[in-house]
Antibody, heavy 128, light 109 residues
Framework: QVQLQESGPGLVKPSQTLSLLCSVS??????????WTWIRQRPGKGLEWIGS???????YYAPSLRGRLSISHDASTNAFSLVLDSVTAADTAVYYC????????????????????WGQGILVTVSS | QSVLTQPPSASATPGQRVTIRCSGS????????VTWYQHVPGKAPRLLIY???KRPSGVPDRFFGSKSGTSASLAINGLQLDDEADYYC???????????FGGGTKLTV
């Protein structure tokens, strides 16, 4: 059974850096065809994709966060991480890590990866 | 403002059928498959539908997904009390080069 678990600080000061870790069990972070992904939910809002690391070497970031965001992996600990610089109150959210599978539609081209396993989420508050 | 548009709320009584609609554009739903998630607040979201209509193992066939053009729908038949949750659609967006979500629909049973 695949399991993901987020960890990190629950409180970060404005302008500082947020670092979160997602520990994975039941699957290998290095296996091809997987999107290791961060998704967040701000208070009172819906789910928001932040970014993904695909096949270890390729990263996709939400345009609104590009420049502040980095997603990396550590094969030795089978975990991947999120680093978000210069946080503001707008970054207060529940952060989820999730596994997405590469999926090819009827056309044979890659299409929306389903996120089939999720962590429980971690609440991060940005406040002084 | 979410890229995909969903009604903010829906309601129905146990045993009834409810349909939740998701509208997008040519760069997302129009050219990519749709996924649907069920999210009970405080819990991890759950994948309900992928590839527009496919159900992962363990998802009952009461949940039915469909897509036409730049819109998609999730139908839930035989509503049960524990179907009460927030439901999100999602699709890859070719312009943003990442998945986009709808704003979510809060279903009250």
């Amino acid at each position: 059974q695949v399991q993901l678990q987020e960890s990190g600080p629950g409180l970060v000061k404005p302008s500082q850096t947020l670092s979160l870790l997602c520990s994975v069990s039941g699957d290998s972070i290095s296996r091809d065809g997987l999107y290791w992904t961060w998704i967040r939910q701000r208070p009172g809002k819906g789910l928001e994709w932040i970014g993904s690391r695909y096949n270890v070497g390729t990263t996709y970031y939400a345009p609104s966060l590009r420049g502040r965001l980095s997603i990396s992996h550590d094969a030795s600990t089978n975990a991947f991480s999120l680093v978000l610089d210069s946080v503001t109150a707008a970054d207060t959210a529940v952060y989820y890590c999730a596994r997405g599978r590469a999926y090819y539609g009827s056309s044979g081209y890659p299409t929306t990866p389903p996120f089939d396993y999720w962590g429980q989420g971690i609440l991060v508050t940005v406040s002084s | 403002q979410s890229v995909l548009t969903q009604p903010p709320s829906a309601s129905a009584t146990p045993g009834q059928r409810v349909t939740i609609r998701c509208s997008g554009s040519g760069s997302n739903i129009g050219s990519n498959d749709v996924t649907w998630y069920q999210h009970v607040p405080g819990k991890a979201p759950r994948l309900l539908i992928y590839g527009n209509y496919k159900r992962p193992s363990g998802v009952p066939d009461r949940f039915f997904g469909s897509k036409s053009g730049t819109s998609a729908s999730l139908a839930i038949n035989g509503l049960q009390l524990d179907d009460e949750a927030d439901y999100y659609c999602a699709a890859w967006d070719d312009n943003l080069n990442g998945p986009v979500f709808g704003g979510g629909t809060k279903l009250t049973v």
